[in-house]
């Protein structure tokens, strides 16, 4: 499928360009605002909803010492797509780094956690069109001997969850 390119009104250069992936919904950013399609064959609507950008280093231990994974949840409603790219630097062996994409659902601890991508390497990118209201995000481990840094870069609409947030959510899913 050709990819859909926004043109800013007063520049005929594209401000922003997604691949649609079959049916995917796509979200372009446009002046602030949202341009949602469903498919290739509807009209795009602007959404009234918050659209961000955002980029956060998150440093972790190594392998052997406290601190060597973390939890990094954002909240979003069901049908927003997620823009997601991480690379993590400081390791060079893809086994000793491990990544979870997933969503804990609207009631943490209720057992409705899904995994949309698992896998250990050194960087991954793409899209996830969360399936239902509720806490969304990844789960970093480094194995390696050295501390490491994540390099996190997100678009789409979503809240980030802060770390009491994140304390609260994590006890309450410990048996």
């Known amino acids: 499928m050709p990819a859909k390119t926004a043109v800013h009104p007063r ?13 995917a919904a796509a979200c372009l950013a446009l002046a602030g ?8 064959g509807t009209r795009p609507v602007l959404s009234a909803e918050p659209y961000r950008t955002l980029s956060v280093n998150i440093p972790l231990n190594s392998g052997d010492e406290a601190g060597h994974w973390i939890e990094w949840l954002v909240r979003a409603k069901a049908g927003t797509p997620i823009l997601y790219s991480w ?13 979870d994409l997933f969503g804990h659902g609207v009631e ?7 995994s949309y991508q698992k896998f250990s390497g050194l960087f991954s990118n793409g899209a996830v069109t969360v399936p239902y209201d509720g806490l969304h995000g990844w789960y970093f481990k480094n194995d390696s001997a050295g501390a490491v840094v994540v390099h996190l870069r997100l678009s789409g609409d979503f809240e980030v969850v802060s770390a009491e947030e ?3 959510i994590q006890a309450a899913d410990e048996p």
Do not use: C, I, K, N
């Open 108 to 114: 943490p601890g209720t057992g409705e956690d899904v």
């Open 11 to 23: 520049d005929h250069r594209p401000a922003w360009s997604l691949l649609l992936a079959g049916a």
């Open 87 to 99: 690379s993590v630097s400081g390791v060079t062996e893809p086994e000793e780094f491990y990544s």
């Open 33 to 40: 605002s949202v341009v949602r399609a469903e498919d290739a």
């Open 166 to 168: 994140l304390a609260a």
